[in-house]
T-cell receptor
Framework: DTAVSQTPKYLVTQMGNDKSIKCEQN?????MYWYKQDSKKFLKIMFS???????INETVPNRFSPKSPDKAHLNLHINSLELGDSAVYFC????????????FGPGTRLTVL | AQSVTQLGSHVSVSEGALVLLRCNYS??????LFWYVQYPNQGLQLLLK??????LVKGINGFEAEFKKSETSFHLTKPSAHMSDAAEYFC????????????FGKGTRLSVIA
Protein backbone atom coordinates (compact mmCIF):
# COMPACT_ATOMS: atom_id res chain seq x y z
CA ASP A 1 0.00 0.00 0.00
CA THR A 2 2.82 2.38 -0.97
CA ALA A 3 1.56 5.99 -1.03
CA VAL A 4 3.89 7.40 -3.70
CA SER A 5 5.79 4.97 -5.88
CA GLN A 6 8.36 5.51 -8.58
CA THR A 7 9.84 3.25 -11.23
CA PRO A 8 12.56 2.46 -11.85
CA LYS A 9 14.52 2.81 -8.64
CA TYR A 10 17.82 2.91 -10.52
CA LEU A 11 18.44 3.95 -14.11
CA VAL A 12 21.83 3.82 -15.83
CA THR A 13 22.03 5.02 -19.40
CA GLN A 14 24.28 6.54 -22.02
CA MET A 15 24.48 10.20 -22.96
CA GLY A 16 22.08 11.14 -25.73
CA ASN A 17 19.47 8.51 -24.85
CA ASP A 18 15.82 9.22 -24.03
CA LYS A 19 14.38 7.81 -20.80
CA SER A 20 11.24 8.00 -18.69
CA ILE A 21 10.57 7.79 -14.98
CA LYS A 22 7.09 6.91 -13.76
CA CYS A 23 5.33 8.09 -10.64
CA GLU A 24 2.04 7.00 -9.15
CA GLN A 25 0.23 8.06 -5.98
CA ASN A 26 -2.70 6.29 -4.37
CA UNK A 27 -3.51 9.03 -1.87
CA UNK A 28 -6.21 10.69 -3.94
CA UNK A 29 -4.19 13.90 -4.06
CA UNK A 30 -4.77 16.57 -6.69
CA UNK A 31 -1.20 17.83 -6.94
CA MET A 32 2.03 16.12 -7.93
CA TYR A 33 5.62 17.31 -8.15
CA TRP A 34 9.01 16.39 -9.52
CA TYR A 35 12.16 17.35 -7.61
CA LYS A 36 15.82 16.91 -8.53
CA GLN A 37 18.43 16.18 -5.87
CA ASP A 38 21.99 16.69 -7.07
CA SER A 39 25.18 15.01 -5.88
CA LYS A 40 25.48 17.54 -3.05
CA LYS A 41 22.01 16.61 -1.79
CA PHE A 42 20.56 19.96 -2.90
CA LEU A 43 16.86 19.46 -3.56
CA LYS A 44 15.04 21.70 -6.05
CA ILE A 45 11.59 21.61 -7.49
CA MET A 46 11.27 21.05 -11.23
CA PHE A 47 7.55 20.83 -11.95
CA SER A 48 4.19 20.84 -10.26
CA UNK A 49 0.91 19.60 -11.70
CA UNK A 50 -2.57 20.15 -10.30
CA UNK A 51 -5.43 18.11 -11.73
CA UNK A 52 -3.26 17.20 -14.71
CA UNK A 53 -2.38 20.83 -15.45
CA UNK A 54 1.10 22.32 -15.17
CA UNK A 55 1.24 25.00 -12.49
CA ILE A 56 4.96 25.30 -11.76
CA ASN A 57 7.88 24.99 -14.17
CA GLU A 58 11.12 26.09 -12.57
CA THR A 59 13.29 26.94 -15.60
CA VAL A 60 13.92 23.34 -16.44
CA PRO A 61 15.43 22.60 -19.89
CA ASN A 62 12.79 21.65 -22.41
CA ARG A 63 14.49 18.25 -22.76
CA PHE A 64 12.46 17.44 -19.64
CA SER A 65 8.79 16.89 -20.36
CA PRO A 66 6.39 15.88 -17.61
CA LYS A 67 3.21 14.11 -18.59
CA SER A 68 0.18 13.58 -16.40
CA PRO A 69 -2.27 11.09 -17.93
CA ASP A 70 -4.49 11.34 -14.85
CA LYS A 71 -4.40 12.82 -11.36
CA ALA A 72 -2.69 9.75 -9.92
CA HIS A 73 0.24 9.71 -12.33
CA LEU A 74 2.99 12.13 -13.25
CA ASN A 75 5.69 10.75 -15.51
CA LEU A 76 8.95 12.46 -16.40
CA HIS A 77 10.42 12.01 -19.85
CA ILE A 78 13.95 13.19 -20.54
CA ASN A 79 15.31 13.57 -24.06
CA SER A 80 18.95 13.63 -25.11
CA LEU A 81 20.31 12.86 -21.68
CA GLU A 82 23.40 14.76 -20.54
CA LEU A 83 25.99 13.99 -17.87
CA GLY A 84 24.59 16.81 -15.73
CA ASP A 85 21.23 15.09 -15.59
CA SER A 86 22.71 12.49 -13.23
CA ALA A 87 20.84 12.94 -9.96
CA VAL A 88 18.15 11.46 -7.79
CA TYR A 89 14.67 12.43 -8.96
CA PHE A 90 11.88 12.51 -6.42
CA CYS A 91 8.19 12.52 -7.11
CA UNK A 92 5.84 13.93 -4.47
CA UNK A 93 2.15 14.61 -4.03
CA UNK A 94 -0.07 16.79 -1.87
CA UNK A 95 -3.76 17.31 -1.31
CA UNK A 96 -3.77 20.73 -2.95
CA UNK A 97 -1.09 22.92 -4.57
CA UNK A 98 1.75 23.62 -2.17
CA UNK A 99 -0.15 22.07 0.67
CA UNK A 100 1.53 22.00 4.05
CA UNK A 101 2.42 18.37 3.68
CA UNK A 102 3.96 16.76 0.64
CA UNK A 103 4.45 13.02 0.46
CA PHE A 104 7.61 11.90 -1.29
CA GLY A 105 8.37 8.79 -3.29
CA PRO A 106 11.53 6.75 -2.68
CA GLY A 107 13.43 8.41 -5.54
CA THR A 108 14.96 7.29 -8.83
CA ARG A 109 18.74 7.42 -9.08
CA LEU A 110 19.63 8.34 -12.66
CA THR A 111 23.21 7.87 -13.80
CA VAL A 112 24.22 9.14 -17.23
CA LEU A 113 27.48 7.71 -18.56
CA ALA B 1 12.04 35.40 -2.63
CA GLN B 2 12.23 32.78 0.07
CA SER B 3 15.40 30.97 1.07
CA VAL B 4 16.78 28.93 3.94
CA THR B 5 20.30 28.51 5.18
CA GLN B 6 21.28 25.45 7.15
CA LEU B 7 24.40 26.01 9.18
CA GLY B 8 26.68 23.00 9.10
CA SER B 9 26.50 20.39 6.38
CA HIS B 10 27.44 17.71 8.91
CA VAL B 11 26.68 17.46 12.61
CA SER B 12 27.95 14.65 14.79
CA VAL B 13 26.59 13.90 18.28
CA SER B 14 26.95 11.13 20.80
CA GLU B 15 24.03 8.84 21.52
CA GLY B 16 21.95 10.43 24.28
CA ALA B 17 23.26 13.93 23.63
CA LEU B 18 21.25 16.95 22.54
CA VAL B 19 20.61 17.33 18.83
CA LEU B 20 20.59 20.89 17.46
CA LEU B 21 20.29 21.49 13.73
CA ARG B 22 20.24 25.13 12.68
CA CYS B 23 18.06 26.76 10.06
CA ASN B 24 17.70 30.45 9.27
CA TYR B 25 15.20 31.69 6.75
CA SER B 26 14.69 34.71 4.57
CA UNK B 27 11.22 35.66 3.47
CA UNK B 28 9.55 38.85 2.32
CA UNK B 29 6.20 37.67 3.69
CA UNK B 30 5.18 35.52 6.67
CA UNK B 31 6.62 32.09 5.99
CA UNK B 32 5.59 28.52 6.51
CA LEU B 33 8.57 26.47 7.65
CA PHE B 34 9.23 22.75 7.54
CA TRP B 35 11.74 20.15 8.57
CA TYR B 36 12.04 16.99 6.50
CA VAL B 37 14.18 13.93 7.19
CA GLN B 38 15.72 11.65 4.58
CA TYR B 39 16.95 8.24 5.70
CA PRO B 40 19.52 6.52 3.49
CA ASN B 41 18.12 5.52 0.10
CA GLN B 42 14.65 6.78 0.95
CA GLY B 43 12.43 9.73 0.09
CA LEU B 44 11.81 12.69 2.33
CA GLN B 45 9.47 12.45 5.28
CA LEU B 46 7.89 15.41 7.05
CA LEU B 47 9.14 15.80 10.63
CA LEU B 48 7.25 18.92 11.59
CA LYS B 49 5.89 22.19 10.26
CA UNK B 50 5.21 25.74 11.36
CA UNK B 51 2.14 27.35 9.82
CA UNK B 52 1.63 30.46 11.96
CA UNK B 53 0.01 28.76 14.93
CA UNK B 54 2.11 27.90 17.99
CA UNK B 55 5.73 28.98 17.65
CA LEU B 56 7.00 25.82 19.36
CA VAL B 57 6.20 22.91 17.10
CA LYS B 58 6.45 19.27 18.08
CA GLY B 59 7.02 16.63 15.46
CA ILE B 60 7.55 12.93 15.14
CA ASN B 61 10.31 10.91 16.81
CA GLY B 62 10.73 13.41 19.66
CA PHE B 63 11.87 16.34 17.50
CA GLU B 64 10.70 19.88 17.98
CA ALA B 65 11.47 23.29 16.50
CA GLU B 66 10.84 26.84 17.56
CA PHE B 67 9.95 29.65 15.20
CA LYS B 68 11.75 32.83 16.27
CA LYS B 69 10.77 35.75 14.09
CA SER B 70 13.26 38.12 15.72
CA GLU B 71 16.11 35.77 14.85
CA THR B 72 14.58 34.50 11.55
CA SER B 73 15.35 31.03 12.80
CA PHE B 74 13.65 27.65 12.94
CA HIS B 75 16.18 25.37 14.63
CA LEU B 76 15.45 21.68 15.10
CA THR B 77 16.15 20.03 18.43
CA LYS B 78 15.86 16.69 20.17
CA PRO B 79 16.85 16.24 23.82
CA SER B 80 18.48 12.84 23.42
CA ALA B 81 19.89 11.46 20.18
CA HIS B 82 19.25 7.89 19.15
CA MET B 83 21.23 5.86 16.67
CA SER B 84 18.17 5.70 14.42
CA ASP B 85 18.20 9.51 14.09
CA ALA B 86 21.20 9.34 11.77
CA ALA B 87 19.94 10.80 8.50
CA GLU B 88 19.92 13.89 6.30
CA TYR B 89 17.72 16.73 7.55
CA PHE B 90 16.29 19.43 5.33
CA CYS B 91 14.78 22.74 6.33
CA UNK B 92 12.29 24.23 3.86
CA UNK B 93 10.28 27.43 3.51
CA UNK B 94 7.44 28.73 1.43
CA UNK B 95 5.14 31.70 1.46
CA UNK B 96 2.11 31.40 3.69
CA UNK B 97 -0.14 32.45 0.84
CA UNK B 98 -0.23 32.02 -2.89
CA UNK B 99 0.85 29.21 -5.09
CA UNK B 100 4.56 28.96 -4.37
CA UNK B 101 6.80 25.93 -4.13
CA UNK B 102 8.82 24.66 -1.21
CA UNK B 103 12.39 25.97 -1.18
CA PHE B 104 14.79 23.60 0.52
CA GLY B 105 18.05 24.21 2.33
CA LYS B 106 21.15 22.23 1.40
CA GLY B 107 20.62 19.71 4.14
CA THR B 108 22.51 18.72 7.28
CA ARG B 109 23.77 15.20 7.74
CA LEU B 110 23.37 14.01 11.32
CA SER B 111 25.70 11.28 12.56
CA VAL B 112 25.10 9.63 15.92
CA ILE B 113 28.08 8.04 17.64
CA ALA B 114 27.60 5.15 20.03
Amino acid sequence: DTAVSQTPKYLVTQMGNDKSIKCEQNLGHDTMYWYKQDSKKFLKIMFSYNNKELIINETVPNRFSPKSPDKAHLNLHINSLELGDSAVYFCASSQVPNSDTQYFGPGTRLTVL
Amino acid sequence: AQSVTQLGSHVSVSEGALVLLRCNYSSSVPPYLFWYVQYPNQGLQLLLKYTSAATLVKGINGFEAEFKKSETSFHLTKPSAHMSDAAEYFCAVRKSSGNTPLVFGKGTRLSVIA
